[in-house]
């Protein structure tokens, strides 16, 4: 009886040892099934590629922005919702690049207190502030913060004091107060988003992607595109 008790714990043994065995065997072949999906998925979905491009993820960048009361840092990438799909709710998202010294973007003010009016529950606004190499193109904060708020600074004499190269009192701006923040942007940015001149204008989707570059579309303009990609005014 000692015999038999003996070997029945050796058998005992030797079935755990194999079980044991079992269970390590399908822990490796999960563990590299497991693998090959994740090398499936990077190979079907690659890094996206990052452009201004329409289809091209924005390109991200940090710089300080004016909120209306304070400068404080600002990231492009925080405002990407990297789970929406198309189709889905999500905030859009329209970035304007200027410079408060251009013509063009002293009457752009208006068209962007409408859009404002008509789209901020769904889109953010973001205004990227650059500043040209061109005569009288000087802005400085003071002037950047007069821009947006519509506050007096400089003059109407078109003496170079002022926005709109010097011509006007930034108090008179076209448009409504801006409610939104204003970057501070630079050379880097410029290159990056390829911006060739001012005033520019791309609206993301709400995960960060391109869906409308101003350069690629000619014959429309952004009241369009809005319409057209976000919806009806909100």
């Not at 072949?29 to 491009?53: C, F, W």
């Amino acid at each position: 009886p000692k015999n038999d008790n003996m070997a029945r714990r050796r058998r005992a043994l030797t079935q755990k040892g194999r079980d044991d065995d079992v269970r390590i065997i399908a822990g490796f072949a999960l563990g590299s099934i497991l693998t090959v999906i994740m090398l499936m998925v990077v190979i079907i979905a690659p890094p996206a590629t990052i452009g201004p491009s329409e289809g091209e993820l924005a390109p991200d960048f940090i710089a300080d922005a004016y909120n209306g009361a304070n400068w404080e840092k600002f990231k492009l990438s925080d405002s990407f919702d990297y789970e929406w799909e198309e189709g889905n709710e999500g905030e859009w998202i329209l970035v304007q690049f200027i410079d408060t010294d251009c013509p063009y973007c002293w009457s752009e003010g208006e068209t962007m207190s409408n859009l404002y009016s008509e789209w901020s529950n769904s889109v953010e606004f973001i205004t990227v502030t650059v500043e040209l190499s061109i005569t009288n193109h000087n802005s400085d904060r003071a002037e950047v913060e007069a821009f947006r708020d519509k506050t007096s600074y400089g003059t109407e004499d078109n003496d170079g004091d002022g926005c709109n190269s010097g011509r006007n009192d930034c108090i008179n701006r076209p448009g409504t107060v801006h409610n939104w923040n204003y970057i501070e942007g630079s050379s880097s940015i410029m290159k990056s988003w390829e911006v060739t001149g001012t005033p520019f204008l791309a609206l993301l989707k709400p995960d960060g992607y391109v869906a409308w570059n101003q350069y690629e579309n000619p014959g429309e303009n952004i009241e369009e595109a809005m319409q057209r990609i976000v919806g009806g005014a909100q």
